[in-house]
């Protein structure tokens, strides 16, 4: 098991990879959790869980609400487990899962640009998702601070 959770928040220490880590990390964890808190709680100009699900629904998402509560909360709790470094891995896969939903249900067929509401955004999210899974939370993070306290 220690082996397991070792290999999980196991990262690259040099500091070029870890500023590299850093700079994808904040910008995404403001990002994800903003449009989280958007979706579950209606902040930021949001419309909150039950607008959320009300519109998944009305584009053909269901059950609605569930699926606002999943989104939104993927969203919202992956932003934070970025922001501070926490299970860096495991919260990137959810979000670049995320990312591939909203990519082909929502953006699709509106093409690329986000000024038709194209997928841009979205695929730019995914890019940095699938980063953060390859690299993991970096040298400042808390993985690698339970990784170094389980390697002594």
């Given amino acids: 098991m220690k082996q397991f959770i070792k290999n999980i928040v196991k990262t690259n220490e040099s500091t070029e990879i870890a500023l590299a880590t850093l700079a994808l990390r904040l910008p995404a964890a403001l990002i994800f959790s903003a449009h989280g808190a958007q979706k579950l709680f209606g902040a930021f100009g949001g419309y909150g869980l039950e607008g959320t699900a009300g519109w998944m629904e009305s584009i053909g998402l269901t059950p609605g609400y569930l699926l606002a509560l999943l989104a939104g909360s993927a969203e919202f709790f992956g932003g934070l487990a970025l922001l501070v470094g926490l299970l ?15 990519m082909f249900s929502v953006h699709w067929v509106n093409g690329l640009f986000m000024a ?22 970096g040298k400042w993070s808390l993985d690698q601070l339970i990784a170094t306290k389980l390697t002594k």
Avoid: H, K
């Avoid at 860096?88 to 909203?102: G, I, K, N, S």
């Avoid at 194209?118 to 980063?131: D, K, N, P, Q, V």
């Fill in 88 to 102: 860096v891995r495991p919260a990137a896969l959810v979000l670049a899962f995320t990312m591939l939903v909203a």
């Fill in 116 to 137: 038709n509401n194209g997928y841009e955004f979205a695929l730019s999210l995914l890019a940095i998702s699938l980063a953060l899974l390859g690299t993991g939370g």
